[in-house]
């Protein structure tokens, strides 16, 4: 098991570079604003993810004190496309029965939404008594940790599942064919809220 087992609130940040820029948006990634993350949220554990098919970077640091703002200034070179930087607070943490060192898992799948205040009970109800439950029987889905963004997002999200597989190929497993074919998500699936945006992350060792 993982000597840090992960409870609290997260600082999400991600980068998306033009794609023909990647040696030096490497190098400006490593030396320049790694460096500025890390002197800004000193001492807090951080994992770094890529996506080669959005030419992104992210770094997900575990906040101890919900007091951390988010007044740190980044300097983007000019190949930078977007930059995202929030802070998302702990609605809940579950995991795969004896799914061991599920934080270091290979691939980190990041779901978000923007969801009304008037759905959120169903929303969470709906993850939390059947969703999870169906994705679990995977093999390859380790743990799922669900947020609340409580800072303005700029696309409007509010909420982000962030799953922990061992394999990408948890994404086209039986379970999760499943997990998206049940009366009651295909009922959710018929609000205009409810198309998310799906990230698939990739664990830098």
Request: charged share 20%; aromatic share 14%.
């Amino acid at each position: 098991m993982s000597a840090f087992t992960p409870s609290g609130s997260i600082v999400f940040d991600s980068v998306v570079a033009e794609i023909t820029n990647g040696i030096e948006f490497d190098d400006w990634y490593n030396n320049e604003h790694l460096n500025d993350l890390c002197r800004f949220f000193p001492d807090l554990v951080v994992r770094r993810y890529v996506s080669a098919p959005r030419a992104s970077m992210t770094s997900i640091f575990e906040l101890i004190d919900k007091s951390v703002t988010l007044n740190l200034e980044s300097s983007l070179g000019s190949f930078i496309q977007s930059h995202e930087r929030f802070i998302a607070h702990p609605i809940s943490s579950s995991h795969r029965p004896h799914a061991e060192n599920w934080i270091e898992a290979r691939i980190a799948y990041p779901v978000f939404f923007a969801v009304p205040d008037a759905e959120v009970i169903d929303f969470n109800n709906w993850y939390e008594q059947e969703h999870l439950d169906i994705l679990f029987r995977c093999e390859s889905w380790l743990a799922c940790r669900r947020f609340q963004i409580t800072n303005n997002h700029p696309k409007g999200w509010t909420h982000l599942a962030l799953h922990y597989l061992s394999d990408v190929s948890a994404l086209r497993s039986p379970e999760r064919t499943l997990a998206r074919s049940t009366s009651w998500r295909e009922r959710l699936a018929l609000r205009p809220w409810f198309k998310g945006d799906y990230r698939i992350l990739h664990k830098l060792v």
